[in-house]
Protein backbone atom coordinates (compact mmCIF):
# COMPACT_ATOMS: atom_id res chain seq x y z
CA UNK A 1 0.00 0.00 0.00
CA UNK A 2 1.64 2.97 -1.07
CA UNK A 3 0.13 6.41 0.98
CA UNK A 4 0.93 10.02 -0.23
CA UNK A 5 0.73 12.61 3.07
CA UNK A 6 -0.65 15.70 2.34
CA UNK A 7 1.05 17.68 0.13
CA UNK A 8 3.34 15.33 -1.21
CA UNK A 9 4.83 14.41 -4.52
CA UNK A 10 6.78 11.39 -5.91
CA UNK A 11 9.12 13.43 -7.89
CA UNK A 12 9.85 12.84 -11.98
CA UNK A 13 10.88 9.20 -11.97
CA UNK A 14 10.60 7.24 -14.50
CA UNK A 15 11.14 2.48 -14.39
CA UNK A 16 13.29 1.82 -17.13
CA UNK A 17 11.81 -2.43 -17.09
CA UNK A 18 8.67 -2.28 -16.44
CA UNK A 19 4.89 -0.59 -16.67
CA UNK A 20 3.16 0.46 -14.15
CA UNK A 21 -0.48 0.75 -12.72
CA UNK A 22 -1.77 2.94 -10.16
CA UNK A 23 -5.24 1.83 -8.54
CA UNK A 24 -6.08 4.77 -5.83
CA UNK A 25 -7.82 3.07 -2.69
CA UNK A 26 -8.39 6.18 -0.75
CA UNK A 27 -8.28 10.26 -1.80
CA UNK A 28 -7.52 12.17 -4.60
CA UNK A 29 -4.15 12.10 -6.80
CA UNK A 30 -2.83 14.26 -9.53
CA UNK A 31 -0.52 11.95 -11.73
CA UNK A 32 1.09 13.12 -14.91
CA UNK A 33 3.48 11.58 -17.43
CA UNK A 34 5.33 13.07 -20.89
CA UNK A 35 5.13 10.63 -23.92
CA UNK A 36 8.02 9.94 -26.18
CA UNK A 37 7.02 13.20 -28.48
CA UNK A 38 7.13 15.28 -25.34
CA UNK A 39 4.15 15.75 -24.38
CA UNK A 40 2.35 16.12 -21.06
CA UNK A 41 -0.65 14.14 -19.65
CA UNK A 42 -2.21 15.02 -16.65
CA UNK A 43 -4.85 13.23 -14.76
CA UNK A 44 -6.71 13.63 -11.42
CA UNK A 45 -7.20 10.22 -9.89
CA UNK A 46 -9.78 9.58 -7.32
CA UNK A 47 -11.20 6.36 -5.41
CA UNK A 48 -11.47 2.98 -7.44
CA UNK A 49 -9.51 5.38 -10.65
CA UNK A 50 -6.56 3.47 -12.40
CA UNK A 51 -3.70 4.59 -14.32
CA UNK A 52 -1.21 3.08 -16.14
CA UNK A 53 2.54 4.58 -16.68
CA UNK A 54 4.20 3.28 -20.24
CA UNK A 55 7.47 1.66 -19.44
CA UNK A 56 10.77 4.15 -19.44
CA UNK A 57 8.49 7.20 -19.82
CA UNK A 58 8.90 10.34 -17.20
CA UNK A 59 5.97 10.38 -14.59
CA UNK A 60 5.06 12.09 -11.09
CA UNK A 61 1.98 11.62 -8.44
CA UNK A 62 1.20 14.69 -6.05
CA UNK A 63 -1.52 15.00 -3.32
CA UNK A 64 -2.60 18.45 -3.30
CA UNK A 65 -4.64 17.76 -0.46
CA UNK A 66 -3.77 20.20 2.81
CA UNK A 67 -5.22 17.79 5.04
CA UNK A 68 -6.11 14.17 3.69
CA UNK A 69 -3.65 11.22 3.01
CA UNK A 70 -3.81 9.44 -0.48
CA UNK A 71 -3.84 5.33 -0.35
CA UNK A 72 -2.63 3.39 -3.77
CA UNK A 73 -1.61 0.28 -4.87
CA UNK A 74 0.97 -0.19 -7.30
CA UNK A 75 1.77 -2.98 -9.61
CA UNK A 76 4.24 -3.54 -12.08
CA UNK A 77 5.04 -5.47 -15.73
CA UNK A 78 8.25 -6.80 -14.21
CA UNK A 79 9.48 -8.24 -11.18
CA UNK A 80 12.16 -5.59 -11.29
CA UNK A 81 10.86 -2.77 -13.07
CA UNK A 82 14.00 -0.76 -12.03
CA UNK A 83 13.19 3.02 -10.60
CA UNK A 84 15.27 6.10 -11.79
CA UNK A 85 14.48 9.49 -10.11
CA UNK A 86 15.32 12.34 -12.41
CA UNK A 87 16.50 15.02 -9.53
CA UNK A 88 18.74 12.43 -7.91
CA UNK A 89 20.32 10.92 -10.89
CA UNK A 90 21.12 14.57 -12.25
CA UNK A 91 21.91 16.57 -9.84
CA UNK A 92 23.51 14.28 -7.25
CA UNK A 93 25.77 11.38 -9.43
CA UNK A 94 28.34 13.47 -10.27
CA UNK A 95 27.47 14.82 -13.37
CA UNK A 96 29.64 18.26 -14.26
CA UNK A 97 28.01 21.43 -13.65
CA UNK A 98 29.18 22.05 -16.97
CA UNK A 99 27.56 19.42 -18.66
CA UNK A 100 24.26 20.26 -16.56
CA UNK A 101 24.63 23.77 -17.39
CA UNK A 102 25.04 23.45 -21.34
CA UNK A 103 22.00 20.53 -21.16
CA UNK A 104 19.64 22.66 -19.86
CA UNK A 105 20.60 26.08 -20.95
CA UNK A 106 20.94 27.75 -17.52
CA UNK A 107 23.62 29.53 -15.42
CA UNK A 108 25.94 28.31 -12.72
CA UNK A 109 24.20 29.62 -10.09
CA UNK A 110 20.91 27.86 -11.35
CA UNK A 111 22.96 24.70 -11.22
CA UNK A 112 23.42 25.53 -8.00
CA UNK A 113 20.17 26.10 -7.04
CA UNK A 114 19.04 23.03 -8.11
CA UNK A 115 21.16 21.15 -6.16
CA UNK A 116 20.40 22.47 -3.16
CA UNK A 117 23.53 24.26 -2.89
Known sequence: ???YPP??????HLHP?????LF?????LD?????STNKLFTQTLHE???????KGLVHFQIN??????????????????????????????GISDAVLQKSFGVSADAIKSLKGL
Open 1 to 3: MLQ
Open 7 to 12: QTLNAL
Open 17 to 21: RGSEL
Open 24 to 28: VVQGV
Open 31 to 35: VGLVD
Open 48 to 54: GDLFAFP
Open 64 to 93: WDRNQTVKAVAGFSSSNPGLIRLPTNLFKS
